[in-house]
DNA sequence: GACAAACGGACAGGATCTGTCCACTTGAGA
DNA sequence: TCTCAAGTGGACAGATCCTGTCCGTTTGTC
């Protein structure tokens, strides 16, 4: 089997320019249709919120595993990129805030997204998962360490205040003001500093 | 119609001993349900929860707002009850502490029941919840007055912060440990408390 | 023991989602 | 500019799940 191999080393070609350009509308579409219609949005939502059909959807991600890993990814590189930050900050405190105000939005936008994929997310979400998880970890304890944040909490119990502040858009017949995200996580962030 | 219309007067008959017992039975699964797939949760899994056939639960509750009302109902009297106390309580930050604590577990098991009842829930669901956010309203006073509470939070904030306390049970593939909730309850509670 | 009330669950009908297919359009290299 | 492979859209078939009804059977009550 000579020649018909040959295509077999060239360099796989890079994608055609509207390609590249639908599969950046139809993940970003999908982070969208996921916070607003949760987890289980269907293919044609999606598909629609992008502007384009269905099997080009179908076309980029057949498996709906690879299209949630996507977005999972984009949020927990946008929240690695965070954490670094925090532990970079001279002011411990501060570092870790700002981590938790984003922790905060992002999970509140996806909730259940990360969950979802505990398992079936592959290698790729697996390790930014676990690299997050140790970068929020050790951003805690400095902070603890520097005498700011109260010692009674641990790191994991984190994501799940954050979370809790951001993700309640509706209770009793009331809903959330534009401000409502940012007030709770300054009650939460008072809650959680040393005095 | 003289001897037919003879029943016309007569009390409507009380349901027989099984069909209250299932009613109960209904009602009980359906808070489970609920709580556990959300408000879309299906008759059929309803009616298997409760252990009963699909037939019934349509027999008792033929719209489904009828039985979501039902089970707002039953939630809401147990936090007006409990709202009741709070006001009734000597010290106006424990009645505000237990109060919002029994609010965190009621709004977080049941996300987003009252609000899908928005305008269909009737006259005894809308009455309960005004009431209930009458009495949260004045709780919540009464504990700022007292100079326990931060001025900087309004009563209407507070269902926000109590249902996000518990409502997130798993986030980036933490899952909530038994106590998790009482933990987020305590920090958002000494987060508003006033120091 | 008789009978009305209540029950269970099979089933038809409807809504919604998944995934494919193919006639048509478009980008890129010659 | 021309050619053609790459890419597109959306109709459609099939699968899945939910709703709501109906009727033969069971059960409580008088």
């Known amino acids: 089997m000579p020649p018909v191999g040959a295509s077999r080393d060239e360099a796989p070609k890079a994608p055609r320019a509207d390609a590249q350009r639908n599969t950046a509308l139809v993940l970003a579409a999908a982070r969208r249709a996921v916070a607003a219609h949760g987890l289980t949005v269907s293919y044609h939502e999606i598909a629609r ?9 179908y076309r980029r991600f057949p498996e709906r595993d690879q299209l949630m890993g996507a977005v999972l990814i984009d949020i927990l590189d946008e929240l690695i990129c965070e954490a670094n930050q925090a532990l970079d900050n001279p002011d411990a405190w501060a570092g870790f805030r700002n981590l938790f105000t984003l922790l905060a939005l992002r999970t509140g936008e996806n909730a259940g997204l ?3 994929l505990d398992e079936r997310g592959g290698p790729q979400v697996a390790q930014r998962r676990s690299r997050l998880l140790e970068l929020l970890r050790r951003a805690t304890l ?4 520097a005498h700011v944040l109260r010692d009674d909490v641990a790191w994991h119990d984190i994501p799940f205040l954050a979370q809790g502040a951001t993700s309640a858009v509706c209770v009793l017949g009331l809903h959330a003001g534009p401000l409502q995200a940012q007030q ?6 008072d809650g959680l500093r040393r005095s």
């Open 49 to 57: 919120l992008a502007g384009v059909g269905v099997g080009t959807v």
């Open 114 to 116: 990360s969950d979802s």
């Open 142 to 145: 400095r902070a603890q360490q």
């Open 184 to 189: 709770a996580v300054t009650v939460i962030l």
